[in-house]
């Protein structure tokens, strides 16, 4: 079982920056995928970015590929997305999530992670 705690977010201006953090309880943080995912009002649930169990893959939607960034330190259980450049079109609620099949890589399917966060929600106004 890994129960998962966001933090981070909050208001901020078009063109700003924000980093989430997602910490992680248990013993095995280290042998699961872990993933950013986002709401938006009114939205489906998408996929935001993810980095495999050893940090040494990551994958991200296009919508954010040049400005957010994902990384993982396992020797504190947690897992963090740099948000830089900020757009109104990323305010949304953010989840963490924790996939911990035995593939290689990272997936991009919510469907295929185990355990998520409460979210925290991150505002950009212009």
């Known amino acids: 079982q890994v129960q998962l705690v966001e933090s981070g977010g909050g208001l901020v201006q078009a063109g700003g920056s924000l980093r989430l953090s997602c910490a992680a309880s248990g013993r095995t943080f280290s042998s699961y995928h872990m993933g950013w995912f986002r709401q938006g009002p009114g939205k489906e649930r998408e996929f935001v970015a993810a980095i495999n169990w050893s940090g040494g893959r990551t994958r991200y939607a296009d919508s954010v590929k040049g400005r957010f960034t994902i990384s993982r330190d396992n020797a504190k259980n947690t897992v963090y997305l740099q948000m830089k450049r900020l757009e109104p079109e990323d305010t949304a609620v953010y989840y963490c999530?924790?996939?911990?099949?035995?593939?290689?890589?990272?997936?991009?399917?919510?469907?295929?992670?185990?355990?998520w966060g409460q979210g925290t929600q991150v505002t950009v106004f212009s």
């Open positions: 999530a924790a996939d911990g099949r035995f593939t290689a890589t990272a997936t991009m399917d919510s469907r295929r992670y185990d355990y």
